[in-house]
């Protein structure tokens, strides 16, 4: 009988493969017996053969190309269940924002941009960051902002690299005041912005003036 019920399940998950990317078929056959609810949730069962990256391009297909969120969210969970950083940002970005038909919950955004985080992803990293300095879906930790603030900038994340450069400037989440610091890090958002494009004119004027204005404000120290 044991035997039987592995032969069926394996059948079951080749049938899951080959229905194609849309998860509505599968979420239908699942409901038929618990043999393709197993199957459902197996590896064996997924379409991709180019692993869980496979899985956050299903998913992004079907929401850039299709505007269709269930479905959408359906394969960015399938790889966040699965260890991939990117769909575990995705279903992160989802609780927050109560994105894609996903009911918002900061706390659940906050649970899912930690396991990211831990595995190098920059963007969540840098997004986790804020979460900890405003106090949302934890509680406030400066101390911890900061650690992930200089964590996102040490990953070559733009924005948490131009965040770092403000917390030294304003002297914010317990850290000192230190322009040259703060100078150190906008120039450093500043290549990063340079060698990935990511400037649009106002944004490129902007850092080169704070840059400007830090350079100024530390030449006139020096001769006082």
């Not at 229905?19 to 056959?29: C, F, K, S, T």
């Not at 965040?163 to 610091?181: F, I, M, P, S």
Request: hydrophobic share 40%; with cysteine.
């Amino acid at each position: 009988m044991h035997a039987t019920l592995e032969a069926d399940g394996s059948i079951a998950c080749v049938i899951f493969s080959n229905l194609g990317p849309n998860p509505r078929d599968r979420i239908a056959l699942a409901a038929v017996s618990r043999v393709f609810r197993d199957a459902e949730k197996a590896d064996a069962s997924l379409p991709c053969g180019g692993g869980l990256s496979a899985l956050k391009k299903l998913g992004d297909e079907f929401h850039h190309s299709e505007h269709k969120d269930a479905e959408a969210v359906y394969w960015w969970r399938k790889g966040a269940d699965r260890g991939d950083a990117d769909c575990m940002y995705a279903i992160g970005r989802c609780y927050r924002h109560g994105d894609h038909g996903v009911e918002k919950d900061r706390r659940k955004s906050c649970e899912w941009l930690i396991k990211a985080s831990e595995l190098g992803h920059a963007d969540s990293t840098y997004l986790l960051a804020v979460c900890y300095q405003l106090g949302e879906g934890v509680d406030i930790d400066e101390a911890k902002a900061f650690e992930l603030n200089v964590k996102a900038a040490e990953l070559g994340h733009l924005m948490g690299t131009f965040n770092l450069g403000n917390l030294y400037r304003h002297g914010l989440c317990g850290v000192a005041e230190d322009k040259k610091e703060a100078l150190k890090w906008f120039r450093v958002a500043f290549d990063i912005g340079c060698d990935r494009n990511y400037f649009g004119s106002i944004g490129f004027q902007y850092l080169r003036g704070i840059c400007r204005m830090l350079e100024a404000e530390l030449a006139a120290t020096r001769m006082n």
